[in-house]
């Protein structure tokens, strides 16, 4: 496997969560950031998805294991590995990043 196959695999399957999991820190707080942190990710799963679709070629000289979505020709791998296990990561990171709790502040008394 050359390095930069274990590269993008690396980043495909460590970087949803960690993203949802920094996102999920900064919006951490009621239900509704935590919705508004997984539809961001729901968002950005479709865009990746956009752009592969996009790069997809038309016909199938180019492509050998695919098969036919939308006009275009993909691998079945986009729709049944990578679209579900991207949107289990992001929301697992949202999960874990949104579950840190601030530390509370220390009163402290003015002094006269």
């Known amino acids: 496997m050359p390095v930069l196959d274990v590269f993008v695999t690396v980043i495909a399957l ?6 949802g999991a920094m996102v999920g820190y900064w919006l951490r707080g009621g239900r509704v950031q935590v ?3 997984l539809t961001i990710g729901v968002l950005l ?5 956009g752009i592969w679709y996009m790069d997809a070629p038309t016909s199938a000289a180019r ?3 695919c098969s036919e979505y939308w006009g275009r020709w993909m691998d079945e791998t986009i729709f049944t ?4 296990l991207t949107l289990f990561l992001w929301s697992a990171g949202v999960a874990a990043g949104s579950s840190k ?7 402290s008394r003015a002094t006269a």
Request: glycine share 8%.
């Open 81 to 84: 590995v990578w679209l579900p």
């Open 101 to 107: 709790q601030q530390r509370p502040r220390p009163h």
């Open 14 to 19: 460590v970087g949803p969560f960690v993203a």
């Open 35 to 37: 919705m508004l942190a």
């Open 63 to 65: 492509c050998y294991e």
């Open 45 to 49: 799963t479709l865009a990746g998805l």
